[in-house]
């Protein structure tokens, strides 16, 4: 499975790296600060980061186009290629310091060296993780999405549902809960309560991409943002931070995380 990056910047990707050059340039790490003058850690940490930079976006490359660890967790996986990429990195920090300083690491020191190039390539990769990993999608997962939209923007019995809503919440529903003989809409941007019977909107809404979990509770699928046990309990998250319950018939609705 190839994974494709639904946003991705280079101006930010040039800002990190170029913050990150400057940053080391003025504090030195590694002893740089009392060997070298500015004008050469900054092309000392430039050669370093820059260097670590290329292997990172190689590696994490590879592991897509070969599928590595794709049943692991994102971070799992960013965990995995930052400790292979720190071990070139190590190499690189290592020939550096032979280069620009004239100095040899001892080699009972190279342990405590990649751990540290580990911390550090950990802190600053995880601003990409955060600012990208997040919006990483899958190939098939973007084509199905795609399917969903088209397929609730041409079904009848749905555009019949969405003009009961107001425009100014609009359609991209999280969840919908029955009280007495009105259910609450909830979408993205907002909520109404509509005189409608539950039963009427579950089945004006039989071909969204959605799931009961309770006899009082429908959500849609995108909504869901983990489901949890509590003993024989379980609950769903949805993505504005509210927990329903899912009730014992329709349990098997989603899997554990």
Request: glycine fraction near 6%; charged fraction near 20%; include cysteine.
């Amino acid at each position: 499975m190839i994974f494709y990056f639904k946003e991705f910047s280079w101006k930010k990707e040039v800002f990190i790296i170029g913050f990150a050059i400057v940053i080391f340039a003025f504090f030195g790490p590694f002893g740089t600060f009392d060997d070298l003058g500015f004008a050469i850690r900054l092309l000392f940490w430039a050669v370093a980061i820059l260097g670590c930079s290329t292997i990172f976006w190689f590696v994490f490359f590879l592991f897509d186009r070969f599928a590595l660890f794709n049943n692991s967790s994102k971070f799992i996986r960013h965990i995995f290629i930052v400790i292979i990429v720190t071990i070139p990195g190590t190499l690189l920090i290592y020939y550096n310091n032979i280069v620009f300083r004239d100095i040899a690491i001892p080699p009972e020191q190279l342990l405590w060296l990649w751990f540290t190039v580990f911390s550090i390539g950990m802190i600053l990769t995880s601003i990409h993780f955060f600012s990208y990993f997040g919006k990483i999608q899958s190939k098939e997962e973007i084509h199905k999405e795609e399917v969903d939209r088209i397929h609730v923007e041409t079904d009848e019995n749905i555009s019949l549902f969405f003009a009961k809503l107001p425009q100014e919440i609009g359609t991209d529903l999280i969840s919908l809960s029955a009280h007495d003989h009105y259910i609450e809409v909830i979408t993205k941007k907002g909520k109404k309560m509509l005189h409608m019977k539950f039963s009427t909107a579950m089945e004006l809404l039989e071909n969204y991409p959605g799931t009961r979990i309770h006899r009082s509770h429908w959500v849609a699928n995108n909504a869901v943002e983990s489901v949890k046990k509590n003993g024989r309990k379980k609950s769903v998250k949805l993505v504005d931070g509210r927990i329903l319950p899912i009730s014992a018939k329709y349990k098997s609705s989603f899997a554990v995380s």
